[in-house]
């Protein structure tokens, strides 16, 4: 299973939170251009000291960072009874006990006793959907990505989770024999070439100061570097007007490698982050982030 | 008191336990193999690995071998077709906009995107029209490669054989296998070797 994607790839902005989120974004940005230029300017002086506009534009956004609806809306779905079985997310277990939200999130993906596997946030939000409230996975599957027509509830309970442990630092611990053989895996798999384009992950993340055309890319072989990613996912996306999760990410990553549609929470996308979230532990959550 | 003193060094211990990398391989392999139930077999055979693939996926540099390097560097060159026709230069301005086009081949909701023809995907890593500025940096510049190398036979076959397989020249560089993966046809790649040495292409303009 994977999500309904059609005529997802860039959702216009339709939704009333969209709207204000955007139209709160410019207001602030026209009246606070004159002192938020002065701040932003000096963030964004390139190394050879010439102002780069997209960091300029991306500060702008951060200030007034629309991911925040998300969380918002995430709150309310997280404590609202819901599903054919009419309860709420509050005895959903992220791995500190059920309800326990602050600083669960900076130890996952970790190994889950009840389900026998490592799960990241998404999968375990999906398994509390399915195992608390009753929903079938397959319908939660499917709507799991916001498109134009829909609004994904994962998206907004990731936010919402996520941001309760902001300000403390990503901690995966990998004590678990299971834990360990997804990290591996997901080291594997980061440098695992295949498919039409003879892809690996590092073969865009592995190197200082790469692009494709003009967006660049993160050098995933640098702490510093995975930590200021891992940071900010769940993240606001301005391309898509929409929180995306890290399992967007990474399906969207396959799709540019020309591979197959990534199946949601698959043992693939969270071998991964397993991988990648240890390599950034110590990166101070900041959730949802502002992404392209 | 003395368990103690040990207890840090088992937790230790009992921690730096990770597998093997051949049973990471078996684990990672075993993933891929069921990260896309449902997709047509003709989708998923695309993440099942060729040899000389399996060869390039070593973790961290210098771990490739002078033998599987001799390897990666036989097969490609085994794997390389040419123009029925036997020209290996075409068209300067139908390689123009093939060089600019990152399309083709991508899957969504199971079903392959349906274009004219596949795009080359150079400019989302090389630098080629000095002009134009939306270029990547994966690779390098290609800027004034007609110029620098002239548009002798030796010069036209090394083009065309570099882009059909990259790896038969530099094994395991980061470079699609554009024509040995079936992403261009010998033709397409033909034009894209003459935009690269055309005196007349951008890519060669003073």
Known sequence: ?292 | MAWLTFAPALVVLGCAAFPDEQSARVAGESIVAQAYPGMPEVLTRRAVQDPPQRICSKIGPGKITQEEAAEVIRLSRASIKYPASGKLVGDWKTGAALAYSGVGTRVRDGKVEKVKENGALCSNCHMLDPREVNAGNLGPSLAGYGSQRGSTDAVTQYTYERIYNAWAFVPCSNMPRLGANGHLTPEQIAHVVAYLIDPQSPVNRK
């Open chain 1, 1 to 292: 299973m994977r999500p309904d994607f059609k005529s997802s790839r860039h959702p216009r902005p339709r939704s009333l939170l969209r709207i204000r989120a955007l139209r709160a974004v410019a207001q602030r940005a026209r009246a606070a251009t004159t002192v938020a230029c002065a701040v932003a300017c000096g963030a964004a002086l390139a190394q050879d000291g010439k102002v780069d506009p997209l960091a300029v534009g991306r500060q702008l956004l951060a200030e007034d960072n629309p991911g925040e609806l998300w969380v918002q809306r995430g709150e309310k779905l997280f404590h609202a009874k819901r599903g054919p079985r009419q309860v709420s997310l509050e005895q959903c277990d992220f791995g500190l006990g059920p309800g326990k939200l602050t600083g669960a999130f900076p130890r996952l993906p970790r190994y889950f006793p009840d389900t026998g596997k490592v799960q990241d946030l998404e999968s375990r939000l999906l398994t509390c959907m399915v195992e608390l409230q009753g929903y079938a996975r397959a319908d939660i599957v499917k709507g799991a990505f916001s498109t134009l027509d829909h609004d994904s509830d994962m998206e907004a309970l990731a936010s919402f989770v996520a941001s309760r442990s902001n300000g403390m630092s990503m901690n995966v611990q990998l004590d678990h024999e299971k834990e360990r053989e997804m990290y591996k895996a997901g080291e594997y798999l980061f440098h695992r070439r295949s498919g039409p384009t003879d892809f690996a992950c590092v073969t865009c993340h592995g190197d200082e100061g790469k692009r494709i055309r003009l967006q660049e890319l993160p050098n995933m072989t640098d702490r510093k570097q995975i930590q200021a990613v891992v940071s900010g996912w769940p993240a606001y996306r301005g391309t898509q007007s929409t929180v995306r999760t890290m399992q967007h990410r990474l399906y969207d990553c396959n799709w540019q490698m020309r591979l197959p549609d990534l199946d949601f929470a698959s043992d693939m996308s969270i071998a991964l982050t397993t991988y990648l979230n240890y390599s950034g532990n110590g990166a101070v959550i900041q959730a949802p982030g502002v992404r392209r």
